[in-house]
Each structure stands twice: as C-alpha cells, then as structure tokens.
C-alpha cells in the first residue's frame, strides 16, 4: 500500500505539491492526471525518494521514503519519460547492467523471461540504437521490472508514440495488475487512464481536486457534450440532457457532434485545461 499524509512541496515561493493526502491498495492501477505544473513530476519524485517533502510523509508497504530510501527502493520499479537507456548496449546488456546493480539473483533468467514477456527475446543480442521508440519503451518498462519490484511507477510510459504500439504497452501493463503488482502511472491521455487505471486523482495546481473509479467521475458530470467548430475556433458545452443537447445545436451555423460526456470532460470542467500530449 502507498500512503501519503499532508504531503506538501514547497520550491521558494512556489508551492508544488499542496497537502496531498491519498491511500493506493496493493495492486492497484492508479492513475494521476493533471494539467502541467500540477504536481504530478513532484509526487513521483518524492514517492521514488528522489525528492524530500517540505512538510507531511509518505510510506510504501509500511517504510517512509524519507527514513527509510533503501528499503523504498528495494520494493520499487521507476520507468522515467525520458529514453535513458544505454543505446550502444544490446537489449539484454541493459537489463543486466541494472540487474547487477540490484543484485538479482539467478539474473540471466530474470532477463530470459522478462524479453520473452515484452516480446523482445528475438531482439536480445541486438544494440538498442537500433530500436524503434515502441521497442525502447518496452525495454524501458521491462528494465524497471528486473528487480522484481512490488510497485511500479511508470511516468508518461506511450508518450509519443503511434496508437498500435500504445495498446501493446496497455496490454503489457494489465498484466502487471495481474500479477499483483500495485502501478503509479501518470499519463497526459485520458483514453489511457479510462481504460487501464482502477482510480485516478486529477491534481490541479498543486491540489488534489478529485479521486474516483473513471466511470464514477464520469457518471457525477452526467450529461452531454456539444461540440462545433467555426471558423477553425472550436466551440464546446456541456449539457444535462439529450433534447438540450439538440437545443444548444440548433444555434450553431457548422457541423455539430453531440456525444456522452467522457473523463476529458470530467477533467476540463475540474481544472479548465485540456490534457496535451
């Protein structure tokens, strides 16, 4: 379990993350949504001992991610936005290097199943330069997992790429809940959050402003959206009903779409920002 109380970051004059107060389960997909500058890089980073808090604490499985780093880190898995991977080093040569640095044993096959689950194993003995940014992802994912950890943070883990490759990653990480394996993923795509998080938090400015199953925050908006575009100027409404969904159109000189409100429109009406990958 991940717990957090009055978890607070405060940079000179600006506060970053504001009394963050949250419970996540063991084996939870959790997903943390937010416009930029919300605090979701800060929360990551105190949770991953890579940042203290200004006031509050934090615990994973029972240890504080102040007091107690070492035993945080032997129980989490970080898989970072950024590519930071070795690209002159072949697949497996990265997982080992990592690997050795954890001191897991029987490591050759860790590594061995690891390819195998992200359906890397053809390419183990390949160096990574070589790699498309969906392989690279994988390998990514796969590289926070060589230590077996109980909780996996990944931050922003489809950023960039094509739609194809987004559903295999999606698929890799439902198998991670599967496995019992409680993940942290933040994420600028709702469609990603509505289909794989059990929960989400959406943090605006600092703030958590709502925690919630996707389809519950989307039942308590209700409703309908109506949206038209003119003179290349989109223009959006939110409705209670159907019939004054039709209403609302019939004003508008360009082609409408009327369609059930969705988590994007949860999170717009909550921060007044749309997510932008």
Same mark, same amino acid.
């Given at each position: $379990?991940?717990?957090?109380? +009055?978890?607070? &970051? ?7 993350? %504001?009394?963050?107060?949250?419970? #996540?389960?063991?084996? @939870? ?38 007091? =107690? ?6 129980? #989490? ?8 991977? +070795? ?9 080992? #290097?990592?690997? $050795?640095?954890?001191?897991?044993? +029987? ?27 969906? $392989? ?13 950890? =109980? ?10 790429? %094509?739609?194809?490759?987004?559903? =295999? ?7 991670? &809940? ?12 709702? @469609? ?19 925690? +919630? ?38 004003? @508008? ?25």
């Amino acid at each position: $379990m991940i717990t957090t109380h +009055d978890l607070t &970051k405060i940079y000179g004059k600006v506060t970053a993350l %504001d009394g963050l107060t949250l419970e #996540i389960p063991r084996g @939870e997909i959790f997903g943390l949504l937010g416009p930029n500058g919300a605090g979701k890089t800060t929360t990551i980073k105190i949770l991953t001992t890579l940042a203290r808090p200004t006031r509050g604490w934090a615990t994973i499985h029972g240890f504080n991610v102040v007091t =107690q780093r070492l035993e945080v880190k032997r129980l #989490i898995g970080v898989c970072p936005q950024e590519l930071n991977l +070795d690209r002159e080093l072949t697949a497996f040569e990265n997982l080992k #290097i990592y690997g $050795m640095l954890h001191r897991v044993p +029987d490591l050759k096959r860790r590594i061995r199943d690891l390819l195998e689950l992200g359906g890397l194993a053809e390419r183990a003995r390949d160096p990574v330069k070589g790699f498309s940014g969906g $392989m690279q992802r994988r390998l990514l994912i796969l590289r926070a997992l060589v230590s077996r950890p =109980q909780v996996l943070f990944l931050d922003e883990p489809t950023v960039g790429l %094509d739609p194809q490759v987004r559903r =295999q990653l999606w698929n890799l990480i439902q198998d991670f &809940k599967a496995e019992g394996i409680t993940v942290v993923l933040t994420t600028h795509y709702i @469609e990603e959050a509505e289909l794989l998080a059990d929960r989400v938090g959406i943090l605006s400015r600092g703030k958590l402003i709502a925690l +919630d199953r996707p389809a519950a925050l989307v039942a308590n908006l209700g409703g309908y959206a109506v949206e038209s575009t003119c003179n290349g100027r989109r223009s959006y409404h939110l409705v209670k009903d159907k019939s004054e969904a039709v209403t609302c159109s019939l004003g @508008e000189d360009e082609e409408v779409l009327i369609r059930p409100v969705n988590l994007e429109d949860v999170f717009i009406k909550l921060t007044g920002e749309r997510l932008s990958p």
